[in-house]
């Protein structure tokens, strides 16, 4: 019943980063924003046995406060192309904010291409958040963090991309990632070339890796909330050629195979730490 439970409230969020949740010593905070262009706030101890936590493809923005009381910091996260070190320090508390995918806040002054598989400092490309930083960091309660961001970001807005490159962020959203250029051309009227040179100004990679990603992470999430899961059938509903093609490419961007990552997010090590608000 604790499982069912757990799955079916989380299940609102879209954007994995399962190693988060096992790198964590105990309790994994989530609270599902109310902010359409905000995915979720979390926030965990990182174990001090943990030797590394991986990142692995979303296409989201994170932001991210390491809350230790001698020399807190944030950066800003942007997307990985493939599972990569996250960075994290033993024993540190995290508090984090994911914005949703292909969202970039705009008081960032960072340029969409720099944040492709960077981690920048974020006080120095956000300066007038100076104030709310050193208000999280010094909170030990992670509703009180949520509050405090929310409030900073609710006098905020995000970056606007061009209307082609929301048209074709839709197409590849309710696709989950398996479709082609070729079809994005159709359904917008625009040639091929056109929507990948805007799309890249806009989000800083091309349509076809932010579709890698968005079926990445759709993978992740039906392995995650669908009950008796079968790789075959997914990998033919999210277009791979075959199985093997689909277990290659999961394992490159996820770091393990699919029955893998299912026995590790199916058990009570990964379930038990979830705790949601």
């Known amino acids: 019943m604790l499982k069912d439970s757990v799955y079916d409230r989380v299940s609102g969020i879209h954007s994995k980063q399962p190693w988060f949740v096992l790198g964590a010593a105990q309790d994994f905070l989530l609270?599902?924003?109310?902010?359409?262009?905000?995915?979720?706030?979390?926030?965990?101890?990182?174990d001090v046995l943990t030797e590394q936590v991986l990142a692995i493809p979303d296409g989201c923005v994170d932001i991210l406060f390491d809350c230790d009381e001698l020399r807190p910091s944030a950066k800003v996260c942007g997307t990985t192309l493939a599972a990569s070190n996250a960075e994290f320090i033993?024993?540190?508390?995290?508090?984090?904010?994911?914005f949703a995918p292909g969202v970039i806040p705009d008081f960032l002054d960072v340029s969409a291409n720099e944040l492709i598989e960077h981690q920048l400092n974020f006080?120095?490309?956000?300066?007038?958040?100076c104030h709310f930083f050193e208000l999280i960091v010094r909170s030990?309660?992670?509703?009180?963090?949520?509050?405090?961001?929310?409030?900073?970001?609710s006098n905020q807005s995000t970056r606007q991309p061009s209307k082609?490159?929301?048209q074709a962020m839709d197409e590849i959203f309710i696709h989950k990632g398996n479709i082609q250029i070729q079809d994005i051309a159709e359904t917008t009227g625009y040639?091929?070339?056109?929507?990948?040179?805007?799309?890249?100004?806009?989000?800083?990679?091309?349509?076809?890796a932010f579709s890698r990603i968005i079926r990445c992470q759709s993978a992740v999430y039906d392995i995650n909330h669908s009950k008796g899961v079968t790789f075959s059938d997914l990998a033919c509903d999210l277009g791979f050629s075959d199985q093997a093609?689909?277990?290659?490419?999961?394992?490159?961007?996820?770091?393990?195979?699919?029955?893998d990552y299912l026995q590790r997010v199916k058990q009570e090590a990964y379930v038990g730490r979830l705790r949601y608000y």
Not at 191 to 208: E, H, L, Y
Not at 245 to 259: A, M
């Open 31 to 46: 609270y599902h924003s109310d902010i359409p262009s905000i995915s979720h706030f979390y926030s965990f101890e990182t």
């Open 90 to 98: 033993p024993n540190h508390r995290y508090f984090g904010v994911r």
């Open 123 to 129: 006080l120095e490309v956000a300066p007038k958040f």
């Open 140 to 153: 030990n309660v992670f509703a009180d963090q949520v509050a405090l961001f929310e409030k900073f970001y």
């Open 164 to 166: 082609l490159t929301l």
């Open 191 to 208: 040639t091929t070339r056109t929507i990948q040179r805007q799309f890249r100004a806009d989000m800083g990679m091309s349509p076809k």
């Open 245 to 259: 093609h689909f277990l290659r490419e999961f394992k490159k961007l996820v770091s393990v195979t699919p029955l």
